[in-house]
Nanobody, 124 residues
């Protein structure tokens, strides 16, 4: 059974950096899209970034462009989200998700498998 396991979330001060990891387990197809989403308290889930196993094309929400970097290590079946210059508005539960058998990670809808989430809190 496919599982996605996130880690790396914690409480940090504004301006700090964090790296989130998402390990993909038991997925056997060659092509997939993988993305990061976040949900802040009282707000709807927001698509943050995505990439694909085929050509590693990346996409970012405007709110994180230039601060966050997504990367995929296919040998480790792990996707990372490097987050720099974190601000209080980045506080949320961050989820990774996978959409199977696809060359494109856009649109960021219809993802098939989800992790349990990891909490990121940015506060002084």
């Amino acid at each position: 059974q496919v599982r996605l396991v996130e880690s790396g979330g914690e409480l940090v001060q504004p301006g700090a950096s964090l790296r989130l990891s998402c390990a993909v387990q038991a997925y056997t197809l060659d092509y997939y899209a993988i993305g990061w989403f976040r949900q802040a308290p009282g707000k709807e889930r927001e698509a943050v970034s995505c990439t694909t196993s085929g050509d590693y094309t990346t996409h970012y929400a405007d709110s994180v462009k230039g601060r966050f970097t997504i990367s995929l290590d296919k040998r480790k079946n792990t996707v990372y989200l490097e987050m720099n210059s974190l601000q209080p508005e980045d506080t949320a539960v961050y989820y990774c998700a996978l959409r199977q058998d696809t060359w494109s990670c856009l649109p960021m809808t219809g993802y098939d498998y989800w992790g349990q989430g990891t909490q990121v809190a940015v506060s002084s």
